[in-house]
């Protein structure tokens, strides 16, 4: 069965979904939705539509909403009331009171609805992700992540806690399977717009396992990283080149009282591994596709997971301005 499928939004993330869906074994991509001006008027060999009612009218069974945040309630409501599967760009929607409305809807209309939480699809951390469920750390201790880098224009109705942080906040749960039972933060306004451009958080998962991230968009550095510490040693991801490298414990004893003396654990062998390094975006696609043809949602981030992510952001960001000066 070949699946139809749209674009709603045709900014920088719109374009790339265009480009992966139409070269997407199973689907027949039809087109996009943006009123905005001085858009082009085709995409990928596609029309692009300013009217909603003309885009629809080209029956899509699934659609890819990668709108302005402000827009995912009002556009997925529509997909649903349509009988639309819809994959929304991340966050799922500004608030927690909008994705859960979301949440409801597509539940209803028994259509298959996800969030666009890409990290996920990273071969680094989905190997790390097998990895640590395989035990290879034993008990997860700490999970650190950095995520820096210039501040997107294209960015205006969020902040940097549900902007980035939520790949953040996503994928720390994910790959841990723990959920976030507390969060604080601090968070700074430098760069005058009405939304935190920088964040440090610290949380606690379900399992004890401690946690600290560092988002901004501050930084010249454009930085991906995510340290996960457990007892056999750690795993560190650059989802940036998409590496994955395990920094053993040591086995071998320090005999040398005054170095052994400040350690916890010996340095043991550092282990870097050979990825198949495939596009995340293709691989996040692929989910959603097998999703929508057979309601397995195990591949991909559902809207009930989104939501969850944003009632953690909402509460580091609530953290964040009352500790600030």
């Known amino acids: 069965m070949t699946l139809r499928a749209g674009v709603i939004g045709i900014g920088v993330m719109g374009r790339h979904h265009s480009r992966v869906l139409a070269g997407l ?6 087109g996009v939705y943006d009123p905005a001006p001085n858009v082009p008027d085709v995409i990928e060999g596609k029309p692009v539509f300013s009217n909603l009612e003309d885009f629809l009218s080209l029956k899509p069974d699934y659609c890819v909403i990668a709108a302005p945040t402000i827009y995912h309630l009002e556009l997925g409501t529509k997909l649903a009331e349509n009988g639309i599967h819809a ?27 996800g969030v666009g939480h890409i ?22 201790y700490q999970v650190a992540t950095r995520r ?33 039972v507390t969060v604080n933060a601090r968070t700074t306004h430098k760069s005058g717009r009405p939304h935190e451009d920088m964040v440090v958080a610290i949380g606690t998962l379900e399992k004890g396992t401690i946690t600290n991230h560092i988002v901004n968009w501050l930084s010249p550095i454009k930085e991906r990283t995510t340290v996960v510490t457990g007892e056999f040693g750690a795993l560190v991801a650059d989802t940036l080149t998409a590496d994955l490298t395990f920094f053993a414990n040591g086995t071998t004893p320090v005999a040398w009282e005054g170095v052994s003396s ?13 990825l198949e390094k495939r596009e995340p975006l293709k691989t996040e696609h692929e989910g959603f596709r097998d999703a929508v043809l057979t309601g397995d949602t195990g591949g991909i981030v559902t809207l009930a997971e989104g939501l969850k992510v944003v009632e953690t952001a909402e509460k580091i ?3 964040g301005l009352t500790h600030r000066i």
């Open 25 to 30: 074994e199973g689907v027949d991509f039809v």
């Open 87 to 113: 994959l929304i760009e991340k966050p799922v929607a500004s608030d927690s009171v909008a994705a859960a409305e979301l949440v409801k809807l597509f539940n209803d209309a028994n259509l298959i609805g």
């Open 119 to 140: 990290e996920r699809f990273n071969p680094a951390l989905q190997s790390m992700r097998k990895r640590i469920e395989d035990g290879q750390l034993g008990e997860i």
């Open 148 to 180: 820096q880098g210039p501040f997107p224009g294209r960015i205006a109705d969020v902040g940097v806690v549900k902007d980035l942080g939520t790949h953040d906040i996503d994928l720390t749960s994910w790959v841990c399977q723990q959920a976030f």
């Open 262 to 274: 400040f350690r916890g654990v010996t340095e043991g062998d550092a282990t870097r591994y050979a």
């Open 317 to 319: 960001v609530s953290d």
